[in-house]
């Protein structure tokens, strides 16, 4: 099968994502076919470092102008794992022109723009969850 053939893809989230999304041509290629056929895109916690990468068919960052959200600079922090980190989720998103959100740390928040969902930190994870199908049942 083919990303044409899904309804929607999620990112979970995890410090594992910093190896296996970064730079991933075949997730960037899987995530960018489904968000441009407008197929719901969802990531959470640390997924959504998958979204870097992704841009638009006109060259823009996926995220630019979107409400986003993901595991936030302070929650990075209290964790003591920025150094390790490719990058700061919050930072990153801010720099590339996303309209980053975020509730205080460890709490749950999701971000709905469109049919690109995401979810700040693994207390947002049903949240997230619950609004990527709400979206297939539209």
Same mark, same amino acid.
Not at 5 to 11: P, T, V
Not at 15 to 37: C, Q, R, W
Not at 47 to 52: D, I, N, R, S, T
């Given at each position: ?23 991933? %041509? ?19 916690c640390h997924? %959504?470092?998958?979204? =870097?990468?992704?841009?638009? %068919? ?16 302070? =929650? ?6 920025? =150094?390790?980190?490719p990058f700061?989720? =919050? ?30 930190? %693994? ?10 199908v709400a979206?297939?049942?539209?």
């Amino acid at each position: 099968f083919t990303a044409k053939d899904l309804d929607a893809i999620y990112m979970c989230g995890g410090h594992g994502t910093g190896t296996d999304f970064v730079a991933n %041509p075949t997730l960037k290629a899987a995530i960018e076919t489904m968000y441009n056929s407008d197929k719901v895109v969802g990531a959470v916690c640390h997924g %959504p470092v998958c979204l =870097e990468q992704c841009t638009t %068919p006109d060259g823009a960052p996926i995220v630019k102008g979107k409400k986003v959200t993901g595991f936030s600079n302070t =929650e990075e922090e209290v964790v003591q794992l920025t =150094e390790l980190v490719p990058f700061l989720l =919050e930072t990153k998103f801010k720099e590339q022109g996303g309209l980053y959100e975020k509730a205080g740390d460890w709490m749950s928040k999701v971000c709905v723009d469109g049919k690109l969902v995401t979810g700040q930190n %693994p207390q947002s994870s049903e949240e997230c969850a619950n609004a990527v199908v709400a979206l297939l049942g539209k």
